[in-house]
């Protein structure tokens, strides 16, 4: 057998792997549900109560997937212009600077650092300031959790950003210039344009990330078991709700925590679908 037969089948096998373990990970996942969605069925999903109380038990997701959209939209919200400011910097402005490569570099190195490290901080120091500021008296909620995850997001809006602004043809911006366009009109009539899509996509892809991010939210969210009525109100999200619950959940309990983490599947790989689909049509 050549050297290209080998290879051959040491990728196809190992794509294989990939593939068998989302397949298990999906049948673990809808195995373990089973028993709570014969239960409560398409209830679960519009149902905002969470009652544990044996021989009451009565579990729905909808209070969970308020707080979990709730704080992964306000955090893209004030990811967004972070990321396209950061964006502009590296790949426009100051690109090929080494003042460009720090803050690149210094961007990627946030996407590297730990979630735990994120949620002491947010506990340490957003919470007093957020106090101190009086929005809120304990400085948890959904404004703090969502301050953290746009902090988190911002490497993975950033990073898809720059290689696509830097993928706009030189031609195309030199001609502008010969035009006698000014920086900003290039920005605003060549650069974005040709862009837009790609950039999209990255903010698509950062959202996907905040609806999954667990440990930090679990520090800052306060974990409150109702809808929030307001954004510096406690809440809870699916992904911390799970991390708080699932290691003392047994029986029905333990299946509608499953039953969410299902759903929290479902939507991620939604979501990364859309930012790849975007990102396929730009390539």
């Known amino acids: ?9 040491v990728l196809f096998f190992s794509s294989l792997v990939i593939v068998l373990i989302a397949a298990a990970m999906v049948f673990s996942l809808f ?30 997701a909808l209070l969970f997937i308020v707080g979990t959209i709730l704080t992964s939209v ?22 090929g600077t080494k003042l460009a490569s ?30 101190e500021a009086g929005l809120s008296p304990q400085g948890f909620g959904v404004f703090t959790s969502a301050l953290i995850l746009a ?33 900003l009109e290039v920005i605003r009539t060549v650069i974005l344009p040709n862009a837009r899509s790609g950039m999209t996509a990255s903010y698509i892809l950062a959202f996907g990330r905040a609806i999954g991010e667990t440990l930090a939210v679990t520090m800052l969210i306060g974990n409150e078991n109702a809808i929030p009525h307001g954004l510096f109100s406690t809440g809870n999200t699916m992904a911390s709700v799970i991390a708080n619950q699932f290691g003392e959940a047994s029986g029905l309990q333990l299946s509608a925590l499953i039953e969410l983490a299902l759903l929290l599947f479902v939507i ?16």
């Open 74 to 95: 306000l955090a893209l919200v004030i990811a967004i212009p972070l990321a396209f400011c950061t964006s502009l910097f590296v790949a426009e402005y100051f690109r």
């Open 268 to 283: 991620t790989t939604i979501i990364n679908a859309i930012g790849k689909y975007i990102i396929k049509k730009i390539g």
């Open 102 to 131: 720090i803050v690149g570099t210094l961007v990627d190195l946030l996407a590297g650092i730990p979630s735990i490290i994120y949620g002491l901080w947010g506990f340490y120091i957003l919470c007093p300031l957020v106090v």
């Open 1 to 9: 057998m050549n050297s290209d037969k080998i290879l051959k089948r």
């Open 151 to 183: 902090i988190m997001i911002v490497p993975y809006a950033t990073s898809l950003s720059n290689t696509t602004i830097a993928m706009v043809p030189n031609d195309l911006k030199e001609a502008a210039y010969a035009l006698g366009a000014t920086r």
């Open 31 to 60: 195995e373990g549900s089973l028993p709570s969605i014969s239960k409560f069925g398409w209830r679960f999903l519009i149902s905002d109560q969470w009652d544990p109380t044996q021989g009451s038990e009565n579990y729905g």
